[in-house]
């Protein structure tokens, strides 16, 4: 069984920050790539930002710079984090992580980022 656990999401005024962190836990073989989607309303779910095995990361154009994808462990856990600044009224949007290893993908719940004016 795999678990992904998000946190970190929540309201902020525009050009605020937040801290989204997903931490991944159970039967996980080999990761292979780590990273975070949005869904807008109406589209289809996008990527945001991804990082591999071995620190090399991709971002949506949209970012322009603002967000910074990383990855750790502790203990049992291997977590990724995304580092949100500047934020604008677009990048509202529930945020889902996203975990690939050689056999499958697994996703989370997602987590609610909402800017406001």
């Known amino acids: 069984q795999v678990q992904l656990v998000e946190s970190g999401g929540g309201l902020v005024q525009a050009g605020g920050s937040l801290r989204l962190s997903c931490a991944a836990s159970g039967r996980i073989f080999a990761v292979t790539r780590m990273g975070w989607y949005r869904q807008v309303p109406g589209k289809e779910r996008e990527l945001v930002a991804r990082?591999?095995?071995?620190?090399?990361?991709?971002?949506a154009e949209f970012v322009k710079g603002r967000f910074t994808i990383s990855r750790d462990s502790d203990n049992d856990k291997i977590k990724v984090l995304l580092q949100m600044n500047g934020l604008e009224l677009e990048h509202t949007a529930p945020y889902y992580c996203?975990?690939?290893?050689?056999?499958?993908?697994?996703w989370g719940q997602g987590t609610q980022v909402t800017v406001s004016s």
């Open positions: 996203n975990v690939e290893d050689v056999l499958t993908e697994y």
């Open positions: 990082i591999t095995n071995r620190d090399r990361t991709e971002y």
